[in-house]
């Protein structure tokens, strides 16, 4: 299961340009993230059902995680449908807390620009769908825990995300962080990631997946009710 970190100059199109190859990107990641839930959620309910023979009785939250079990195998099943054969389904976006900010923050700056239609009100939930896309979480850490690693301060949490998440793979075209414009190994105490390009990822890590035969449309899946 590769787990990755995309960063915000990919993620903003992704989630902005329902025409460009990043958004493609961003269903396999989806799609991801809902194999993950369901996955998780079947532990999860087998270990409440387990609490309730073991206790002899109604354990709470039994009924609130099947619900949530059987939304998300509905919306992977609407999602996964349509994916052309050969999609894997299980690469899995890791976020954190200053990755999040920072994808909101360039909503708010330059996020009109890829969609020129985007409003305030738009943002709060923008947010909480990436949220929802980054099913795996890095270790929690202050800002004041963030070393120096690029020659940009800012990309630095984003690094130290993948670091400390022990991310396979951060996907990012910042010149910081892939200064080859290809891929670049950074290695730190904290961790070790490789960071790419998406152009890289895509014909080098991905190359399999007809990318032709994905509609940009279909990330709604994700967040309707299937019929």
Known sequence: MPNVV?????????????????RKLW?????????YEVEHGRLELDALRAQADQEGGVV??????????ER??????????????????????????????????KLREVGTKLDPRLR?????????????????????????????????????PILYTALVADADRLISSDKHLVPNRKEELSEHEAGTV????FERLLFDRLGGVDWDQIDGS???LAYDEPD
Do not use: H
Not at 194 to 197: K, N, P
């Open 6 to 22: 995309v960063d915000t100059n990919v993620s903003l199109p992704a989630t902005l340009s329902p025409g460009g190859a990043r």
């Open 27 to 35: 269903i396999l990641l989806t799609l991801g993230a809902l194999t």
């Open 60 to 69: 709470s939250g039994i009924e609130n995680s099947l619900d949530r079990l």
């Open 72 to 105: 998300a195998r509905d919306r992977r099943a609407t999602l996964s449908e349509r994916l052309p054969y050969g999609t894997p389904d299980d690469w899995v976006a890791v976020g954190s807390r200053p990755l999040f900010d920072e994808y909101e923050r």
């Open 120 to 156: 305030e009100d738009d943002i709060p939930l923008l947010r909480r769908q990436m949220e929802a896309v980054c099913v795996i979480a890095a270790p929690p850490f202050a800002d004041s825990d963030v070393p120096a690693l690029t020659a940009d301060p800012k990309d630095d």
């Open 194 to 197: 490789l960071a790419l390009t």
């Open 218 to 220: 279909w990330l709604a």
